[in-house]
């Protein structure tokens, strides 16, 4: 089983990009799936997750900014992140755990995902 992130760069604040994972080994379609995001010298924390047939959470600091969408055909999901502010800077990593969360606590947690893709630099500076 492997996820695969791509997409990230080097964008202005107010700019935008698009994360994408792939996911190779296994159909995803039961999985919840998610976003987390570390910035240099700070823990892993959690940015968004999409499960079931579309269900999604976000933390509060990008609600209105970024758009998590799952494509199970193609065993991806993607991070639509618009109007990128400079604390946004992070590498961001995609990950996976079988099921549905378990509130807004459980989804959060690094430890519940068994599946970690290898991360991908979003910098956002002018």
């Known amino acids: 089983v492997q996820l695969q992130a791509s997409g990230g760069g080097l964008v202005q604040p107010g700019g935008s990009l698009r994360l994408s994972c792939a996911a190779s080994g296994r159909t995803f379609s039961a999985y919840t799936m998610a976003w987390f995001r570390q910035a240099p010298g700070k823990e892993r924390e959690f940015v968004a997750a999409v499960w079931s047939a579309g269900s999604t959470f976000y933390t509060n600091s990008v609600k209105g900014r970024f758009t998590i969408s799952r494509d199970i055909a193609k065993n991806t999901v993607d991070l639509q992140m618009n109007n990128l502010k400079p604390e946004d800077t992070a590498v961001y990593y995609c990950?996976?755990?079988?099921?549905?969360?378990?509130?807004?606590?459980?989804?959060?947690?690094?430890?519940?995902?068994?599946?970690w893709g290898q991360g991908t630099q979003v910098t956002v500076s002018s």
């Open positions: 990950a996976a755990v079988r099921g549905v969360p378990y509130g807004s606590s459980w989804i959060r947690q690094t430890e519940r995902y068994d599946y």
